[in-house]
């Protein structure tokens, strides 16, 4: 039995530390984990294991006997390979000098934060929003400020001119995560001109997160397959850090293997801070990493389709009349609102007991999410298929 003690002040925690906060994701997943047929829908991956390709790449690494130290920046072949996969998908070339590997996006998102905010400065960033950034702010010293997104029967979409009146002189960076978790929000080129104007004019750096950005929907946001990107409007000279994973687009979840592009001239400074996490990526995760971009695409077409299935089904939610959900146009994720509702947390629980299904609750991505919920739709259709007929019979009990 865990016992869980005070953390008593004469310890003299950092207060950083002390004030991680935690995970409201993870707090739902521990209330239901052990549910007999419970269909978990609360976290954010697939539910397809890593393609064998991808795996056997891995395995002949560890078999050739690569287990040892390598580059910090990341094994050449990785970084070469992902030049030629974003000059595939931009269309331009890319120098590989501009990729430095991690051991997933967290720890990109953490490096990308680290090189510009720290104590006593703001980073802002839209709400509802995926938690762990704010995590990462948070434990760096500095204070993440989230700013809400307007929402309609249209979806949500992002308040520039609110955005400019969050900034203080103590704001550092933005972030911005377009497709976006858990909202679906995708980024027009309108949208990311004007952010990266007012970030030239307040001389603010932009983390951007693009995870998602194979994941799109919406014909007026995509661009050849893919969604707008920083990439189409910047320029070499803009401030702006790329942090991004395998996680998605590959099925490597649990490989925990990402990347930070940034200006080759931070190359040393993203080194070092890549030496004191954790001294670099085990080279057989990195040969998992060039089969994924060489060989994948196939692979990602078919999530990407799967994906798209899935939000036809979970769209039929909205057939019951009791709940609110705009078509995502980018992601894979439902953020629903049950009409008449409680909290989410109470909703979330109550979902668990009354109808087997695990859904993340919408306050864990900020007080913006209060009242919604977030469903992971990158899912066996026939599991959605249950997992909606499951949730809209449990709907009466929920809106009452």
Known sequence: MNVTLPIS?????RPEAEQAPTSGIVDVFNYGRHREGLIPLWVGEGD?????????????????????YTYQRG???LRQALARYHERLYGRPVDAERFFVTSGGMPAAQIAVRMVAGTGDEVLIPTPAWPNFAGAITVSGARPVGVPMNFSEAGWSLDVERLEQAITPRTRAFVINSPANPTGWTASLADLTAVLDMARRHDIWIIADE?????????????DGRTPSFRDVM??????????????????????LGWVEAAPA????????IQYQNSGTPVFVQRGGVAALDEGEAFVAHQIERARQGRDIVSRLTHSGLVDLPPPSGAFYAFLRVKGGRSSQEIATRLIDEANVGLAPGTAFGAAGEGYLRLCYARNPQILEEAVQRITAALPGLAS
Request: proline share 7%.
């Open 211 to 223: 995870i998602y950005g194979r994941f799109v929907y919406d014909p007026a946001l995509t661009i």
């Open 75 to 77: 094994i050449p072949e």
């Open 235 to 256: 320029t070499p000279e803009d401030r702006v850090l790329f942090v991004q994973t395998f996680s998605k687009n590959w099925a490597m979840t649990g490989w925990r």
């Open 266 to 273: 931070l190359g040393q400074v993203i080194e070092n801070l």
């Open 48 to 68: 397809l294991p890593t393609p064998s390709f991808i795996c056997e790449a891995a395995t002949r690494s560890l078999a050739a006997g690569e287990t040892f």
């Open 9 to 13: 002040s004469s310890l003299h925690l």
